[in-house]
């Protein structure tokens, strides 16, 4: 595990975290004592989306005025 100063934190922050790879920790010392880690949070794999896989999960049902009923005071 690396160490780095607060005073370097402050500096690089943004570099430290391009640099950390998933699962990885940097402590951040003041002095001597530890005040700190930095952690990179491990990458969630996600499978790829896949085209047309929600076919027929939707049904749209073109003569079903009864549900407008429930809306009558909102409706002009």
Do not use: C, W
């Not at 930095?38 to 009864?66: K, N, W, Y």
């Amino acid at each position: 595990m690396n160490q780095v100063t607060v005073q370097e934190v402050q500096l690089h922050l943004l570099e430290l975290l391009k640099n950390l790879n998933p699962g990885e920790a940097v402590q951040i010392v003041a002095g001597e004592q530890v005040v700190g880690r930095l952690v990179a949070e491990a990458g969630v794999a996600r499978a790829l989306r896949q085209p047309g896989s929600a076919v027929s999960t939707l049904t749209i049902v073109a003569e079903d005025d009864d549900h407008l009923q429930d809306f009558a005071n909102y409706m002009p």
